[in-house]
């Protein structure tokens, strides 16, 4: 089954491309591998959530996981766009998060397998990847996540 089949079957599309917040491009294509800027959970041009995860009144974990979800769709539109489109790519190699979290808060890990599950969801066998789950103190625009995702595609 096609990656876009796949993705069809999750009863979810490629989001648009967000526009660059800042100097720099969605995704970049370099030989055989796309790497993307770090993509935010925008939906129609707004942030799902805005917050700390785990702080007091902050992003439950949960709605963090979902943030995830978006953001990793967020991150195949761009790798997809650089790619020639999602069917091009032919492994998920690395996909880096980053949640902005309280002090005490340690499940970066359990957010980000949201994204991995997508990633395996869309991909299958191809979706494994590299990870890292890194806490931060901030995201730009308040974001509880950002993804970078980098994926091979065809030559």
């Given at each position: 089954?096609?990656?876009?089949a796949?993705?069809?079957?999750?009863?979810?599309?490629?989001?648009?491309?967000?526009?660059?917040?800042?100097?720099?491009?969605?995704?970049l294509?370099?030989?055989?591998?796309?790497?993307?800027?770090?993509?935010?959970?925008?939906?129609?041009?707004?942030?799902?959530?805005?917050?700390?995860?785990?702080?007091d009144?902050?992003?439950?974990?949960?709605?963090?996981?979902e943030?995830?979800?978006?953001?990793?769709?967020?991150?195949?539109?761009?790798?997809?766009?650089?790619?020639?489109?999602?069917?091009?790519?032919?492994?998920?190699?690395?996909?880096?998060?980053?949640?902005?979290?309280?002090?005490?808060?340690?499940?970066?890990?359990?957010?980000?397998?949201?994204?991995?599950?997508?990633?395996?969801?869309?991909?299958?066998?191809?979706?494994?990847?590299?990870?890292?789950?890194?806490?931060?103190?901030?995201?730009?625009?308040?974001?509880?996540?950002?993804?970078?995702?980098?994926?091979?595609?065809?030559?």
């Amino acid at each position: 089954m096609s990656h876009s089949a796949r993705l069809a079957a999750t009863g979810l599309t490629l989001p648009e491309l967000a526009s660059p917040v800042g100097s720099y491009v969605p995704a970049l294509r370099y030989g055989d591998l796309v790497t993307t800027s770090g993509q935010l959970p925008f939906v129609d041009g707004a942030l799902q959530a805005t917050g700390i995860v785990g702080a007091d009144g902050g992003v439950a974990p949960e709605l963090a996981a979902e943030c995830a979800r978006t953001a990793v769709l967020n991150a195949i539109a761009a790798a997809a766009s650089a790619a020639g489109g999602i069917d091009a790519i032919t492994q998920v190699v690395k996909v880096t998060g980053f949640i902005a979290s309280a002090p005490d808060f340690g499940g970066q890990p359990a957010v980000m397998n949201a994204a991995s599950d997508l990633l395996a969801e869309i991909f299958g066998e191809a979706g494994r990847h590299a990870r890292s789950a890194v806490g931060v103190a901030a995201l730009p625009l308040g974001a509880p996540v950002e993804i970078e995702l980098t994926v091979a595609v065809k030559s």
